[in-house]
């Protein structure tokens, strides 16, 4: 009897399921526009909200706009460099691949990590959620966000073990023009939030 060797966890898939052509493509495309209509409540929400100060901070007292536009460009960075990464996948460097999905996620951590500094001033200054309606609004809408950054760096994380492990197998490349629509969905939403939330916060 031969010894059975143990099966543990791992952030890899060991056989791939078949998948009908177009069927992810279809299915990741349904997410995201059901993404979009959370986003879009929320910015109308913070439309709404965002001048309900409630004799508290205003945004021109509470943000700092160079900082903001130092984040934005980290983000901005971070889809250029995924862009390379579709390019290098096009044409079958798989070390290329993983050397740019890398320096995406050092792009999207610095992202957080900027972010992560605001959200401390801001509680350091007393601008938590419950203070004012539009910081309940803004907070919503901004923490939503980030946490779909974070939860894309995690996809990114695994998705380079995956190709690590597996090289550029077609399911694997499928993943990573998911994760590219996902990266690049996240971008323009922050573009909005940027223009919408901060910039004219300031100049209002």
């Known amino acids: 009897m031969s010894a059975m060797t143990p099966i543990g966890p791992s952030f890899y898939l060991t056989e791939e399921d078949h998948h009908p052509e177009g069927s992810t493509a279809l299915g990741f495309w349904m997410y995201l526009m059901s993404d979009c209509l959370i986003f879009a409540v929320l910015f109308a929400t913070y439309g709404v909200l965002g001048t309900a100060?409630?004799?508290?901070?205003?945004?021109?007292?509470?943000?700092?706009?160079?900082?903001?536009?130092?984040?934005?460009?980290?983000?901005?960075?971070?889809?250029?460099?995924?862009?390379?990464?579709?390019i290098a996948m096009g044409e079958g460097r798989q070390r290329a691949v993983l050397g740019w999905l890398g320096i995406t996620g050092l792009f999207g951590a610095?992202?957080?990590?900027?972010?992560?500094?605001?959200?401390?001033?801001?509680?350091?200054?007393?601008?938590?959620?419950?203070?004012?309606?539009?910081?309940?609004?803004?907070?919503?809408?901004?923490?939503?966000?980030?946490?779909?950054?974070?939860?894309?760096?995690?996809?990114?994380?695994?998705?380079?073990?995956?190709?690590?492990r597996r090289g550029l197998i077609e399911a694997n490349q499928r993943r990573v023009q998911c994760l590219s629509m996902f990266w690049h969905f996240l971008d323009v939403v922050w573009i909005g939030v940027f223009t919408f939330v901060y910039l004219l916060g300031v100049l209002r």
């Open 110 to 164: 610095a992202f957080l990590g900027i972010e992560m500094y605001e959200f401390a001033h801001l509680i350091h200054e007393g601008a938590t959620p419950q203070r004012s309606a539009f910081l309940s609004s803004f907070w919503t809408l901004v923490g939503t966000h980030g946490l779909h950054v974070f939860f894309g760096l995690v996809w990114l994380v695994v998705l380079m073990v995956q190709v690590a």
């Open 53 to 86: 100060y409630a004799g508290g901070p205003t945004p021109a007292e509470l943000f700092d706009l160079p900082l903001v536009a130092l984040n934005t460009s980290m983000l901005l960075l971070s889809s250029i460099t995924y862009g390379f990464a579709m």
